[in-house]
T-cell receptor, first 116, second 118 residues
């Protein structure tokens, strides 16, 4: 069964360092997303990406964040200068075309980021 | 205002019994979708069941069923015949509006932790 894969599963970094989280969405999906979950809290939307551009982003997704689909298979989330409050589980997700309005998102297993 | 509310932070259920997880939502859009996801301790998010606002019947998927009461804006998840492997965090989520241009941004509730006792 196709799945969304994420690397790394866990990353520890120092405050102020740049971090890149990588995702390989399901191959025929067209929408890609990043969500995050701070420990013990709800899952929050960060950004959606379609047709090589951001289609929607939340207020959390400020200038420190960026996304890229560099080669047609990977989908990355970059945090330029990490802060302590960026510590969270980051989930990548993908979904099929707009035409499938049930809109099930397929999530990866998450990348846990710990900022020290 | 909270768009998705899950009032039960945690609950115990006896193995083989049924459990109902509450979810209420708030939207002014007539077209929306409601989802339930399971998050085991390993952390991944597993899709369980979907209900569209225009669906005439309540959704069912194996041991999962969704008790959709549109007028009350509730979409409770029922897990029948609980198993030990059902112990997890359960999230209710909403997509709105359910139109083609909107993509699939989901708003999640705070979750309910379920522990199944043998």
């Amino acid at each position: 069964e196709p799945e969304v894969t994420q690397t790394p599963s866990h990353q520890v970094t120092q405050m102020g360092q740049e971090v890149i989280l990588r995702c390989v969405p399901i191959s025929n999906h067209l929408y890609f997303y990043w969500y995050r979950q701070i420990l013990g809290q709800k899952v929050e939307f960060l950004v959606s990406f379609y047709n090589n551009e951001i289609s929607e982003k939340s207020e959390i997704f400020d200038d420190q964040f960026s996304v890229e689909r560099p080669d047609g298979s990977n989908f990355t989330l970059k945090i330029r200068s990490t802060k302590l409050e960026d510590s969270a589980m980051y989930f990548c997700a993908s979904s099929e075309t707009r035409e499938r309005v049930t809109g099930e998102l397929f999530f990866g297993e998450g990348s846990r980021l710990t900022v020290l | 205002a909270q768009k998705i509310t899950q009032t039960q932070p945690g609950m115990f259920v006896q193995e083989k019994e049924a459990v109902t997880l509450d979810c209420t939502y708030d939207t002014s859009d007539p077209s929306y979708g409601l989802f339930w996801y399971k998050q085991p301790s390993s952390g991944e998010m597993i899709f369980l069941i979907y209900q569209g606002s225009y669906d005439q019947q309540n959704a069912t998927e194996g041991r999962y069923s969704l008790n959709f009461q549109k007028a009350r804006k509730s979409a409770n998840l029922v897990i029948s015949a609980s198993q030990l492997g059902d112990s997890a965090m359960y999230f209710c989520a909403m997509r709105e509006p359910l139109i083609k241009a909107a993509g699939n941004k989901l708003t999640f509730g705070g979750g309910t932790r379920v522990l199944v006792k043998p």
